[in-house]
């Protein structure tokens, strides 16, 4: 089959049938979203289909996955359209997780897609194996419970745990579910120097093995709403990585 690698052995997850975490796919080929439902399905997911952006978004109003896979390249509206419409949307599907599948490969349309708040990227071709395994990475990492603090405080930067409101001299600012993400990182490893690497790991479970462009221009867009007044928090490691402390004078 075009653009999937057919999997080889599937391991099962026992799940009550009422407690089955709820992904939506959508893609135009039909033998691609036919694949992911048995493979999802038989790894303890319940699978809901749909082939365009608007049978999407009709599906989605109805009732909100706990995570969508949804192909960039539909026939009526495209999965960055899609994704744009659910991020501005006031809704509960406002923040429903986001696993783009394309063809194009390409470090722009990889970045577009973590700009409007996706949890992944998957290339076609891919592997049905891989494609699970994310689909429960993204859900561990965004249906996990915090033990930690439930607010986090550094200098005049604030992050409610529970809310995910965020606070720097007491503005709130909006961020998107991967900047959140990323700024929590930064927060629970205040004055450490995180590499690229480790950043890429723990925010996307993923290593963007062509560049770290992708990294670099994510962690632009968040100082550009952290940074835009007041000292700066998050600085640059030359040829390490990534720190959240104070200036130094």
Known sequence: MDGVQTPSRL??????????????VVD?????????????????FSVEQASS????????????????????????????DVARRLRNSE????????IFLTARDSTQDKVEGLRLGSDDYVTKPFSVEELVERVRAVLR???????????????D?????????????????????????LLHLLMTNARKVLTREQ??????????????SVLDT???YLRSKIDAEGHPLIHTVRGVGYSLRLPRS
């Not at 135009?28 to 303890?44: P, Q, R, V």
């Not at 990492?141 to 200098?155: D, E, I, M, Y």
């Not at 409610?160 to 503005?171: F, L, N």
């Not at 890429?200 to 093995?209: A, C, D, G, N």
């Open 28 to 44: 135009d080929e039909a033998h691609i979203t036919e694949l992911l439902a048995m493979a999802l399905s038989y790894s303890g």
């Open 53 to 80: 952006g608007a049978s999407a978004i009709e599906s989605l109003r109805d009732r909100v996955p706990d995570l969508v896979v949804l192909d960039v390249m539909l026939p009526d509206l495209g999965g960055f």
């Open 141 to 155: 990492r965004s249906g996990g419970a915090s033990s930690g603090p439930r607010r986090l405080v550094f200098s």
């Open 199 to 212: 950043i890429l790991q723990e925010v996307w479970q993923y290593t963007f093995s062509s560049s770290t």
């Open 11 to 24: 391991e099962s997850t026992t799940t009550e049938p009422n407690s089955k975490p709820r992904v939506l």
């Open 157 to 181: 930067l604030e992050i409610d745990e529970d809310t995910r409101d965020v606070w720097r001299a007491g503005r709130l600012i909006e961020l998107t579910p991967t900047e959140f993400r």
């Open 218 to 220: 994510y962690i632009s």
């Open 91 to 98: 809704g509960p599907a406002k923040d429903v997780p986001i």
